[in-house]
């Protein structure tokens, strides 16, 4: 197995990894850096517009040969892990042919996003396969098994990849936490993790930081309690990513709790609106009340 890690070593946006086997070539996200390769700033309302091979000069893309639009496929899958753009923000570059794995639930918050931004920043997958967690999947010389795990990104998926000839196995963890209300999908893996790993990839957004203000969701919960309590009948203005579904559920329970009316933004509304189906993952949320 031949590891390229094109972006992703320093820094903490931008994630893109290719995998090779033999014929087999997939590429682990291809999302949206803050900066390209030679330091300069990234603004994504400049890329539109822009063909694949201007963006190669520019060290935006990389020049992975068969990946993209205008060229003949030579990649057999592209593994999505979550639905922040820093993971799937360059797909509209690559050739529609070229099958995306990525897990339901992300694909929706995708197309949700869609709808709120200017239709020359939304981001097509032409060619899509859910995944599931634990369903193993065969590209190839690769086999592919989702793993299910806690983060602000909803239905995010870490995954274990074998090369199959020779058993060789890599995780690539995606983007995960131990804080959120999902806390025991970290603590069930740690307890039970895949065996034989050879390779670890895994990104390193938290590890130089220390503390912060809360350990957890639950030390959130009632610091937002405390905080509508204390208001009376003032207004209280607070702000999340729309993705993160474990914070919108804090500040439901929050407002319960401290019998507060909660107003959420057309885009929250449609977010829940679209996962409905998928409220077995989103836990202590009285769905019938939304």
């Known amino acids: 197995m031949r590891i390229i890690i ?27 850096p803050l900066a390209a390769s030679d330091g300069k700033e990234v ?3 400049s890329l539109q ?3 694949a091979a201007e963006l190669i000069k520019e060290h935006v893309l990389f020049d992975i040969p068969g990946l993209y639009n205008g060229q003949e496929p030579q990649v057999s899958g592209i593994l999505i892990s979550h639905s922040h753009k820093d993971h799937y923000g360059l797909l509209n570059y ?39 967690h634990k369903a193993s999947f065969d590209i ?27 058993g060789k196995r890599l995780f690539y963890s995606g983007d995960f936490r131990a804080s959120g209300w999902r806390r025991s999908l970290f603590d069930r893996f740690i307890k039970n993790p895949p065996k034989g790993i050879n390779c670890l990839l895994m990104e ?37 990513s729309g993705q993160n579904i474990d914070r919108i559920v804090t500040f439901y329970k929050a407002a319960r709790h401290a019998k507060a009316l909660l107003i959420i933004d057309p885009y929250i509304a449609t977010v829940l609106h679209v996962l409905k189906n998928e409220r077995n993952k989103i836990p202590q949320l009285d769905w019938d009340s939304i």
């Open 140 to 166: 190839g010389d690769f086999r592919v098994t989702p793993y299910l795990v806690d983060h602000s990104g909803f239905d995010a998926m870490s995954f274990l990849i074998e090369e199959k000839p020779t």
């Open 6 to 32: 094109h972006r992703g070593t320093h820094q903490i946006d931008g994630t893109c990894v290719e995998l090779r086997v033999g014929e087999t070539r997939i590429i682990l996200d291809y999302g949206m």
């Open 94 to 132: 690559l050739h529609p042919d070229i099958p995306v794995y990525v897990s339901e639930g992300a694909l929706k918050l995708i197309h949700v996003l869609n709808v709120f931004t200017h239709k020359r920043s939304h981001i097509s997958i032409q060619n899509p396969y859910i995944v599931k």
């Open 43 to 45: 603004n994504e309302s």
């Open 49 to 51: 517009d822009r063909t």
């Open 204 to 240: 390193g957004t938290m590890i130089e930081r220390q503390g912060g203000a809360y350990e957890d969701e639950s030390a959130v919960l009632s610091g937002v309690e405390d905080a509508l309590k204390k208001t009376e009948k003032n207004v209280v203005l607070a702000y999340c």
